[in-house]
């Protein structure tokens, strides 16, 4: 692979969760192909023949931000509608505005909104949930390839316990996924078994299958889902386990656990699959988990807010299960994934303040969680080691920086403190992304 560029600055990344590596005045090269072909310490041992360097001076270069759960309409109700557990919560507050997004304009207006600002606070790679709607389900995609950001982008599946205006048939839901993978050329070649090598797979912005939780699906919606899922090797994304009402609803509906139910319709890790939450997973159900590779996406800010409860993230990670972090808006009133880094770190406290046998998350961690193991959601992602596609941002904290402190200690202020004002250039799959029109 050619040398195409190199970027000298200070660099910080999380190759193990548990340390930091850093490069004082390192150097990064990345390829034509947008990865990262070599990190070093000077530039003659990164051995990047002629290709230009951009200087970043000062600066601190970190790998991109990851969002594994985020619901793009409901960005308006981000930061109102507190005051309600999570079934009345959806009932309420978010299917009344989800039904809105039948009208093209108001969704054009709202997720180019939502796009702008995943890019202000330097998330370049997000798993994202729409509404039923294909047609804004496909402006929504499109938005994304035009911005040059990764995202899975899943036209969302729901048959039951929800207003007439959000529910669709099988044949509706099946028809609408399967338009979306027409039009918008993503299908060169069916895949029934490998998934690695689904031509869908090394698309920047891909669909992917999303039941919005059990409650909301018939079996036949289900079935139906883990189908398309196999049929054209596409990821799955959903809830788990996020308060006990639910669960006790899961059970009466399905006769099983939360996660069994997934399973018996293929939507547990038959392909790559992401699940919100986990609050309550225990037992089988974290064993099923673990065995499939089923991936966690911790959101803490939402479990605080709609009161769910506390996700024993140190237990899952003890447990070697995949874990990344979420904003989930707009159970999460915050887009920043930084942010959601310290709430991470500050529940993992409150877990630790009750059961001081398992340690609290650290900054490394924390960091570890949001960039490579997110990251791993979306491919080679959250990481400068060589072969991972160069998804980046340069933090100018010069106006947190006015004491000497050390790199670690500028990236930990920055994490605490900082806000999209500090990023001053975002990269993903090796390309500058510019601010998205709104
Ligand atoms: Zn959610």
Same mark, same amino acid.
């Given at each position: 692979?050619?040398?195409?560029?190199?970027?000298?600055?200070?660099i910080l990344y999380t190759r193990e969760k548990d340390r930091f590596e850093v490069l004082e005045d390192g150097y990064i090269a990345v390829g034509d192909d947008g990865r990262v072909t070599a990190v070093a310490d000077s530039l003659k041992a990164l051995d990047g023949g002629d290709a230009e360097?951009?200087?970043?001076?000062?600066?601190?270069?970190?790998?991109?931000?990851?969002?594994?759960h985020v619901h793009a309409p409901q960005y308006r109700n981000q930061g109102i509608a507190m005051d309600l557990e999570l079934l009345p919560w959806l009932q309420n507050y978010t299917f009344p505005e989800e039904m809105k997004y039948a009208d093209l304009g108001y969704a054009e207006r709202m997720y180019r909104r939502f796009v702008r600002d995943l890019w202000r606070f330097g998330t370049m790679r997000a798993s994202v949930f729409a509404t039923i709607h294909t047609e804004s389900t496909r402006l929504l995609i499109q938005l994304f390839r035009e911005?040059?950001?990764?995202?899975?982008?899943?036209?969302?599946?729901?048959?039951?316990?929800?207003?007439?205006?959000?529910?669709?048939?099988?044949?509706?839901?099946?028809?609408?996924?399967?338009?979306?993978?027409?039009?918008?050329?993503?299908?060169?070649?069916?895949?029934?078994?490998?998934?690695?090598?689904?031509?869908?797979?090394?698309?920047?912005?891909?669909?992917?299958?999303?039941?919005?939780?059990?409650?909301?699906?018939?079996?036949?919606?289900?079935?139906?889902?883990?189908?398309?899922?196999?049929?054209?090797?596409?990821?799955?994304?959903?809830?788990?386990?996020?308060?006990?009402?639910?669960?006790?609803?899961?059970?009466? *509906?399905?006769?099983?656990?939360? @996660?069994?139910?997934?399973? !018996?319709? $293929?939507? =547990?890790?038959?392909?790559?699959?992401?699940? #919100?939450?986990?609050?309550?997973?225990?037992?089988?159900?974290?064993?099923?988990?673990?065995?499939?590779?089923?991936?966690?996406?911790?959101?803490?800010?939402?479990?605080?807010?709609?009161?769910?409860?506390?996700?024993?993230?140190?237990?899952?990670?003890?447990?070697?299960?995949?874990?990344?972090?979420?904003?989930?808006?707009?159970?999460?009133?915050?887009?920043?994934?930084?942010?959601?880094?310290?709430?991470?770190?500050?529940?993992?406290?409150?877990?630790?303040?009750?059961?001081?046998?398992?340690?609290?998350?650290?900054?490394?961690?924390?960091?570890? *969680?949001?960039?490579?193991?997110? @990251?791993?959601?979306?491919? !080679?992602? $959250?990481? =400068?080691?060589?072969?991972?596609?160069?998804? #980046?941002?340069?933090?100018?904290?010069?106006?947190?920086?006015?004491?000497?402190?050390?790199?670690?200690?500028?990236?930990?202020?920055?994490?605490?403190?900082?806000?999209?004002?500090?990023?001053?250039?975002?990269?993903?799959?090796?390309?500058?992304?510019?601010?998205?029109?709104?």
């Amino acid at each position: 692979m050619k040398t195409m560029k190199i970027y000298k600055a200070h660099i910080l990344y999380t190759r193990e969760k548990d340390r930091f590596e850093v490069l004082e005045d390192g150097y990064i090269a990345v390829g034509d192909d947008g990865r990262v072909t070599a990190v070093a310490d000077s530039l003659k041992a990164l051995d990047g023949g002629d290709a230009e360097v951009t200087d970043f001076g000062d600066r601190l270069l970190i790998p991109a931000m990851n969002d594994l759960h985020v619901h793009a309409p409901q960005y308006r109700n981000q930061g109102i509608a507190m005051d309600l557990e999570l079934l009345p919560w959806l009932q309420n507050y978010t299917f009344p505005e989800e039904m809105k997004y039948a009208d093209l304009g108001y969704a054009e207006r709202m997720y180019r909104r939502f796009v702008r600002d995943l890019w202000r606070f330097g998330t370049m790679r997000a798993s994202v949930f729409a509404t039923i709607h294909t047609e804004s389900t496909r402006l929504l995609i499109q938005l994304f390839r035009e911005a040059g950001m990764g995202a899975l982008v899943g036209k969302v599946a729901m048959n039951r316990n929800c207003p007439e205006g959000l529910s669709e048939s099988v044949e509706e839901m099946v028809l609408g996924c399967e338009e979306l993978i027409e039009s918008l050329e993503l299908r060169t070649e069916r895949c029934d078994y490998n998934v690695e090598l689904s031509p869908l797979n090394s698309r920047l912005v891909r669909p992917i299958v999303t039941p919005r939780f059990i409650p909301s699906c018939t079996p036949e919606m289900l079935r139906a889902c883990g189908q398309l899922a196999k049929k054209y090797g596409l990821p799955v994304q959903s809830h788990l386990s996020e308060n006990k009402g639910e669960i006790a609803l899961v059970e009466e *509906l399905e006769g099983t656990g939360y @996660g069994a139910a997934y399973d !018996r319709y $293929g939507l =547990f890790g038959q392909t790559p699959t992401v699940m #919100a939450h986990c609050v309550w997973t225990e037992g089988e159900e974290l064993e099923l988990m673990k065995r499939r590779g089923v991936m966690v996406a911790h959101c803490p800010t939402s479990n605080l807010n709609i009161a769910s409860g506390m996700a024993p993230i140190r237990r899952f990670l003890d447990e070697g299960l995949r874990v990344g972090l979420g904003s989930d808006i707009s159970g999460g009133h915050d887009l920043s994934i930084f942010r959601m880094m310290v709430y991470a770190i500050q529940v993992s406290k409150m877990c630790y303040q009750q059961n001081h046998e398992r340690r609290f998350l650290s900054l490394s961690e924390a960091f570890w *969680l949001a960039t490579k193991s997110a @990251g791993s959601f979306f491919g !080679r992602v $959250g990481s =400068f080691e060589p072969g991972y596609e160069f998804d #980046a941002l340069v933090i100018d904290d010069s106006d947190l920086n006015h004491d000497n402190y050390s790199l670690l200690e500028r990236l930990e202020r920055y994490v605490y403190l900082g806000d999209d004002r500090q990023i001053v250039h975002r990269f993903c799959r090796g390309r500058e992304i510019a601010e998205p029109k709104i």
